[in-house]
């Protein structure tokens, strides 16, 4: 009893942000948080966390589709962060109705990282590294598109597998990216987040560029363009493989990723003349 009573008043002392327990129910929530300077609150994550490593070293609690309540109420969290369009409204319902804080962030442009990190910095009590962590993301947002705003448009066909392939609409952030780099998405009207375009539409949109990621099967890709041979993007030099993860983290990190694609747009601009 005695040693309950003195870490129960230990408790009291603390700061409130010392006490937070945090579980973040898709990954890029758990790098905001790291971001403002409390990793060392966080109890729990969604899957696919990869980064800091002292974040992805934690317990896992299901991924943004398939949360595991349970898990959830183990790790005894103060609150939850929920994913704003990710996270099932179900699975919001549930935590709070087995009487668990859920806190829901909207993050649904790169505009909209630098508030998040911000309010994350206000309500974790970090308020300090929040405006650090924000200044210096949007000044490096701003550096980008300041850097990449003038240069030839080229046409872009971010390509996922190849049998059949598929690519992603403008509300994607993958289309985002490509858009501050200099780059159109071919397919940025199609009615869906993601669908399967026929090798017919490729061939109708004549992308100068193909961009994939680096878990794609290069040899199944580069067969899938031999036999669009016709095509300007079967020329070897118009393909750029790229870090998908880094590019669909809503959180600082995607900038390495859009800093890389533009980078590698600039190599097709170069050498595929």
């Given at each position: 009893?005695?040693?309950?009573?003195?870490?129960?008043?230990?408790?009291?002392?603390?700061?409130?942000?010392?006490?937070?327990?945090?579980?973040?129910?898709?990954?890029?929530?758990?790098?905001?948080?790291?971001?403002?300077?409390?990793?060392?609150?966080?109890?729990?994550?969604?899957?696919?966390?990869?980064?800091?490593?002292?974040?992805?070293?934690?317990?896992?609690?299901?991924?943004?589709?398939?949360?595991?309540?349970?898990?959830?109420?183990?790790?005894?969290?103060?609150?939850?962060?929920?994913?704003?369009?990710?996270?099932?409204?179900?699975?919001?319902?549930?935590?709070?109705?087995?009487?668990?804080?859920?806190?829901?962030?909207?993050?649904?442009?790169?505009?909209?990282?630098?508030?998040?990190?911000?309010?994350?910095?206000?309500?974790?009590?970090?308020?300090?590294?929040?405006?650090?962590?924000?200044?210096?993301?949007?000044?490096?947002?701003?550096?980008?598109?300041?850097?990449?705003?003038?240069?030839?448009?080229?046409?872009?066909?971010?390509?996922?597998?190849?049998?059949?392939?598929?690519?992603?609409?403008?509300?994607?952030?993958?289309?985002?990216?490509?858009?501050?780099?200099?780059?159109?998405?071919?397919f940025a009207q199609l009615p869906t987040l993601s669908a399967a375009v026929s090798a017919e539409a490729v061939l109708a949109a004549d992308p100068d560029v193909v961009v994939f990621t680096s878990?794609?099967?290069?040899?199944?890709?580069?067969?899938?363009?031999?036999?669009?041979?016709?095509?300007?993007?079967?020329?070897?030099?118009?393909?750029?493989?790229?870090?998908?993860?880094?590019?669909?983290?809503?959180?600082?990190?995607?900038?390495?990723?859009?800093?890389?694609?533009?980078?590698?747009?600039?190599?097709?601009?170069?050498?595929?003349?």
């Amino acid at each position: 009893m005695r040693r309950w009573l003195a870490c129960a008043a230990l408790a009291l002392a603390l700061p409130a942000a010392a006490q937070e327990r945090i579980v973040t129910l898709a990954p890029h929530l758990a790098e905001l948080v790291c971001a403002v300077g409390a990793c060392a609150q966080l109890a729990g994550v969604a899957a696919y966390t990869d980064a800091p490593a002292t974040a992805a070293a934690l317990p896992r609690i299901g991924d943004a589709q398939g949360v595991n309540p349970e898990a959830v109420l183990a790790l005894r969290p103060t609150r939850v962060l929920a994913w704003d369009g990710g996270t099932p409204t179900a699975t919001i319902a549930r935590l709070r109705g087995l009487g668990v804080r859920v806190d829901v962030l909207r993050v649904r442009s790169l505009d909209d990282i630098g508030p998040a990190l911000l309010h994350l910095g206000d309500e974790l009590q970090r308020p300090q590294a929040a405006q650090q962590a924000a200044q210096a993301y949007n000044a490096r947002l701003a550096a980008l598109r300041q850097r990449y705003a003038s240069r030839p448009r080229l046409r872009a066909f971010y390509q996922i597998e190849s049998g059949p392939a598929y690519t992603v609409n403008r509300d994607s952030p993958i289309s985002a990216a490509l858009t501050l780099c200099g780059a159109d998405n071919v397919f940025a009207q199609l009615p869906t987040l993601s669908a399967a375009v026929s090798a017919e539409a490729v061939l109708a949109a004549d992308p100068d560029v193909v961009v994939f990621t680096s878990d794609e099967n290069r040899a199944a890709l580069d067969a899938y363009w031999l036999r669009l041979g016709s095509a300007r993007a079967a020329d070897p030099r118009r393909r750029l493989q790229v870090d998908g993860t880094a590019l669909t983290r809503q959180s600082p990190r995607v900038l390495d990723g859009i800093a890389a694609l533009c980078e590698g747009l600039e190599r097709v601009r170069r050498d595929a003349r």
